[in-house]
């Protein structure tokens, strides 16, 4: 196996998880990308003689791997002090955590202490078996209440449906991180916020759920900040990135009645998503005027969703909602209007990367005058459009990683 | 001061070691295979690697297989296994 | 004074922070922007009785308001129960707080405790008295150290600079918040991180100092989310929002050199800030080529910048930096070069937008030809470049709220 | 449950009660200033309600000024206090 020495410790977990610490890796100067092929030759001969000897002879057998198992561990009393071990022990992501006491956790857990080790998911890299356990544990840490652990649960079953690419989020360097948007009854139930700052703080259902999913990903599944996590920038939704659909402010079926649930049942979709970009329209008063600011914003040179597909969010707030709604427009009427308009000209991408793309996916990039166009994504169902958000005349494009799909999943209470 | 008890947020990491296939005490006349990640670049790398080998080790021929995309799976990996004697790959940038 | 019910709040607020609590509000059913102008007049019907009461009759006197001290309050000892006191009194921001005794406010005072009446700033829009211990018992809420509070202090120092527009920050429906860009020796001494995953989770000091900022705002300052804040949708850097320059793998003269400190002394720059909006680019390998996905990125049509100036940032990751610098660029070049790609033609704003900002700034958006195109700030100057981040091929757009000018002030030790 | 005595982290507000301008019993003759904020469609509400008042209670003339940006402070408020009675203006959207 070869990689850059920037991501030795990505390209050893990755081995170790699939039951291999003892795959050899060659490891050349980072970076091999973005540089003169001709300097990447020369790493070549760097490395030749560590391959030669990788394949020529038998490594040393490693020792049994250590299991850790959700066990007790004797941590400070002292608040602060408890504090300090929780960041040098790589529990934390920085702000306050609460101590998961085995009383703590129990409480969370509630009824569902007696299948406290039924497995969840298995989350990678680590292969992290995230039990009901070690996910109340997670959700103890992040200040999550007995309540929220439905959500939570639900989100880590959706992240490790194969569709979603939970390696890919969990190790790229491309700022993304699962936003989770919750649809039915146990929004309002739950306090979750989908109104004025929807998206930012002030709301504990939010904050503590969005917090206990990625304290989850970090801890059992071993994405660990500047580690395994190779996020070259990230964004602040890696902290909490949590939000309900304002159904009763959208002019449409919510979220998960268009998945084929029940507007009555409780659902959570995950999304691998980049921080919002914002619209800002004050002035348009039509839907046909409204598509120039959004197809505006949606339509980049840097977000993946136009290299690479995917489903790119568009997050109406409900005065721009209604905007539509008043001039006679369905949701699936804003998808395609959204998706002809947000395109891009060959000539705006740099050669190096018309010449990748084509490459790559020469049906949208290859063999076309540099005067045409490329949609943001594949198709106009591949859009997702939700209503969250307060007064004001704001909305969000929230492109994704682009290889990935959104998962939605019921929450059993 | 004072100790609490605290449970662990890892949980437990499944699964054990694999073996590794035995290493052959030299390359001559095996078959190289490589499997592109589709990365920038890692072609030319994981190729002059190859070649590299070829040339001092008398290995070849060599084969090219190249992964849809870097963030999905292999797809190819039976073919490729059954193709080749060793095989040289990539992981991230 | 007229507004919406929407905004009565904000509105009732702001007079009584002008000292008019008992200011006459006379308000419209919500909206009155983005509607047809004849719906507008109508609702001017619905309110002129009680204009013309309001202008007639004096108001009763109000109460002496209600001021609140830095005083002691009993909350609950047990650690979830004060968390539930915290959010019900809305101290928090929904994630767990410490709680803020006189002890350990007293620690993180440390040897400013003498000082703890020194009154750093009157912050907007509650004309909150931000003395260094109002400030130190957000931080000790917030979970910060000692050796945080300087950083904290002189970030809330430049927050009330004039020129930052506090108030408008504070109140707009636009979704941003102070972004903290540290430079100087503190960076690394504190371990606020400048390296991979710059912008997200898992670095205590990044956690912690940006979080202190936010809570002092929202307390001490009075900007509730949902009440005088505003945003229509926020995004989650009001949970936390701070970054060091990764200075030693820029190839320039870092942030607060430009602005006239030396490299030795450490500042602190506060931008009014959108979230990071990623740029992808792997495929170009030369400065012309990089270009294009950066300019691709922030010429948009949904950001307060195209529309209001302001100063734009820029954050390269440093393997881009290293493109510009490989090829012999300048950070003025590259402000230059951005400047001069980054635009959009006219005739993708929506023609209410185009009439709209022919008025309010004729010399960017009158008399022009459709085909014309608008650049994304008012000049290059008024770009901000820095560089963060760790290895990977991203960098990012953060375009700020506009109105706003960034404040770069020396952190006193 | 126990207590714990904690600071509040709100601190003082600055600044007591002003005064307002005693208001005269009828608006016959005053002179309207609208100060309008600059959002949208503020001058169309603050404009109507001023021909309103003229219509319905005799008040007159109206005269108009406008902030540089809904953002941004006015400059004009002493131009505005001097040159009229009572004065129209809006707050956010």
């Known amino acids: 196996m070869l990689g850059t020495d920037a991501f030795a410790g990505l390209a050893e977990a990755a081995a170790a998880s699939l039951g291999m610490p003892h ?53 400070p009393g002292d608040l602060d002090a408890f504090q300090d071990f929780a960041v040098a022990e790589g529990w934390s ?83 993304c991180t699962p936003l989770l948007i919750v649809n039915g009854p146990i929004a309002a139930r739950l306090g979750i916020n989908a109104g004025a700052n929807a998206l930012g703080q002030g709301h504990r259902a939010n904050a503590v759920i969005g917090r206990a999913v990625r304290l989850t990903l970090q801890n059992v599944g071993g994405a660990r900040p500047g580690r ?54 004050h002035g348009s008063t039509t839907a046909e005027a409204l598509l120039f600011a959004i197809a505006g914003t949606a339509a980049t040179t840097g977000s993946n969703n136009i290299y690479l597909g995917g489903e790119p969010l568009v997050v109406l707030g409900p005065e721009h909602a209604q905007t539509f709604a008043t001039g006679g427009w369905s949701k699936a009427d804003v998808k395609r209007a959204i998706w002809e308009r947000a395109r891009v000209r060959l000539d705006r991408f740099s050669p190096e ?23 943001l994504c594949a198709s106009p169902d591949d859009l997702m459009v939700i209503v969250a958000g307060g007064p004001g005349k704001h909305s969000a494009i929230i492109p994704t990683f682009g290889a990935t799909r959104s998962v939605t999943v019921r929450i059993e209470e | 001061m004072s100790r609490l008890s605290v449970l662990s947020p890892l949980g437990t990491a499944a699964g054990g070691i694999k073996p590794l296939a035995r290493r052959r005490g030299s390359l001559r006349g095996l078959r190289i295979g490589i499997l592109d990640n589709s990365k920038p670049n890692a072609e030319v790398l994981l190729g002059r690697v190859a070649e590299l080998l070829v040339e001092r080790a008398g290995a070849g021929p060599i084969a090219l297989w190249r992964k849809p995309g870097a963030s999905h799976p292999a797809t190819v990996i039976d073919e490729v296994v059954a193709s080749s004697d060793v095989v040289l790959t990539g992981s991230a940038d």
Chains 1, 3 share one sequence.
């Open chain 1, 353 to 375: 990367n018309r010449e990748r793309f084509a490459v790559i996916d020469p049906a949208r990039f290859g063999d076309r005058l540099l005067a045409d166009e490329v949609a």
């Open chain 1, 93 to 175: 992501d920085g702000l306050p955590v609460l101590p998961p006491t085995e009383e703590r956790v129990g409480r969370i857990l509630g009824r569902l202490a007696g299948d406290r080790t039924e497995v969840i998911a298995t989350l990678v890299p680590r292969q992290g078996v995230a039990t009901l356990e070690a996910i109340a544990v997670n959700a103890a840490l992040a200040g999550a209440l007995p309540e929220h652990l439905p959500v939570v649960v639900a989100a880590i079953r959706a992240l490790a449906d194969p569709r979603f690419n939970l390696n890919a989020i969990q190790t790229t360097t491309h700022p």
């Open chain 1, 23 to 75: 795959l050899q890796l060659a490891a050349v100067a980072h970076p091999i990308g973005g540089i003169d092929p001709k300097l990447v030759r020369a790493k070549a001969e760097t490395v030749v003689d560590r391959v030669l000897e990788a394949l020529t002879r038998d490594p040393s057998p490693p020792l049994a791997a250590s299991v850790a198992t959700v066990c007790a561990v004797a941590a």
């Open chain 1, 228 to 281: 395994e996590d190779r996020a070259t920038l990230g964004h602040p939704g890696k902290y909490s990135y949590c939000v309900a659909e304002h159904e009763a402010a959208s002019p449409w079926a919510p979220l998960h009645v268009e998945r084929g649930f029940r507007a009555a049942e409780s659902c959570v979709t995950v999304c691998g998503a980049e921080a919002p970009h914002n619209v800002n329209d």
